[in-house]
């Protein structure tokens, strides 16, 4: 039987330990933290990710990397099927140690699951340590993406940002939000820059890709995507999510494809 304790993968003599793990709909693992770096992964389910000022959807087809030390909190949606990779940054070359989302490539995903087959502990020169080699390599070379959401600090923005993640749909002027946050529209256009290094419009996008990827990963129709996201047409919703996203809406599944 392979552990499902995250404990003992911190100390391994090699360069990546492999964890699987199943949970149920709606369990949250509580704010946590590990010694290792950690790539975070669902091969099947949908995993949302927090820290105390970032939030990040994670479906089957990417993963999460969260550096060693960073308190973080994984609530499942659906049933999860989960591999968590725990990295020892310091064997690794060319490696980002920041918080980010990558894609997973056909290859980096049969990679994961291989090595999750093979023993906890490997010696380097093993099959299992060529898998790990080869795990390194695509991780390097994965597209970083746009879709963690800084979360504000500032009382005002909170009640903006709140009702935007409440309803990404919300199609109001910032005009209108600075009304809502008792501050004027200035005011509240520096904040969002200063709190949350995006814009009003940039933050509410990155809001909206989440809660889109979401619902395409379970097979939702871009049509009602899109409307949840507050577009005109699916047109918009998909040519604006190609450009930020490199994909089409399409492209992003779970147990299916977005109409």
């Given at each position: 039987?392979?552990?499902?304790?995250?404990?003992?993968?911190?100390?391994?003599?090699?360069?990546?330990?492999?964890?699987?793990?199943?949970?149920?709909?709606?369990?949250?693992?509580?704010?946590?933290?590990?010694e290792r770096d950690q790539l975070l992964y669902a091969v099947k389910?949908?995993?949302?990710?927090?820290?105390?000022?970032?939030?990040?959807?994670?479906?089957?087809?990417?993963?999460?990397?969260?550096?060693?030390?960073?308190?973080?909190?994984?609530?499942?949606?659906?049933?999860?099927?989960?591999?968590?990779?725990?990295?020892?940054?310091?064997?690794?070359?060319?490696?980002?140690?920041?918080?980010?989302?990558?894609?997973?490539?056909?290859?980096?995903?049969?990679?994961?699951?291989?090595?999750?087959?093979?023993?906890?502990?490997?010696?380097?020169?093993?099959?299992?340590?060529?898998?790990s080699r080869l795990i390194e390599h695509e991780i390097s070379r994965?597209?970083?993406?746009?879709?963690?959401?800084?979360?504000?600090?500032?009382?005002?923005?909170?009640?903006?940002?709140?009702?935007?993640?409440?309803?990404?749909s919300d199609n109001r002027t910032l005009d209108a939000w600075a009304?809502?946050?008792?501050?004027?529209?200035?005011?509240?256009?520096?904040?969002?820059?200063?709190?949350?290094?995006?814009?009003?419009?940039?933050?509410?996008?990155?809001?909206?890709?989440?809660?889109?990827?979401?619902?395409?990963?379970?097979?939702?129709?871009?049509?009602?995507?899109?409307?949840?996201?507050?577009?005109?047409?699916?047109?918009?919703?998909?040519?604006?999510?190609?450009?930020?996203?490199?994909?089409?809406?399409?492209?992003?599944?779970?147990?299916?494809?977005?109409?």
């Amino acid at each position: 039987m392979r552990s499902d304790n995250s404990a003992d993968y911190q100390t391994l003599s090699q360069a990546i330990g492999v964890m699987s793990k199943g949970f149920m709909d709606g369990y949250t693992v509580p704010l946590h933290s590990h010694e290792r770096d950690q790539l975070l992964y669902a091969v099947k389910g949908i995993m949302r990710v927090r820290t105390e000022y970032e939030a990040w959807v994670v479906p089957s087809n990417v993963a999460v990397l969260i550096p060693a030390g960073i308190k973080h909190s994984v609530t499942m949606h659906g049933a999860v099927d989960m591999r968590t990779l725990y990295i020892d940054p310091t064997t690794i070359q060319d490696y980002q140690q920041t918080l980010c989302v990558l894609t997973v490539s056909n290859l980096l995903r049969e990679l994961i699951l291989e090595l999750s087959n093979e023993a906890i502990e490997y010696e380097k020169e093993s099959r299992a340590g060529s898998i790990s080699r080869l795990i390194e390599h695509e991780i390097s070379r994965a597209k970083d993406l746009p879709l963690h959401v800084k979360l504000p600090k500032d009382d005002r923005l909170q009640k903006v940002c709140l009702a935007l993640l409440n309803d990404p749909s919300d199609n109001r002027t910032l005009d209108a939000w600075a009304e809502i946050a008792g501050a004027s529209t200035r005011t509240l256009a520096r904040l969002f820059e200063s709190d949350l290094d995006l814009s009003f419009n940039k933050w509410r996008q990155r809001v909206r890709f989440q809660n889109a990827l979401e619902a395409l990963s379970t097979g939702c129709r871009i049509s009602e995507v899109s409307r949840q996201c507050g577009y005109r047409s699916p047109s918009a919703f998909s040519s604006a999510f190609h450009k930020v996203m490199n994909m089409p809406p399409s492209s992003v599944r779970l147990n299916g494809l977005g109409e």
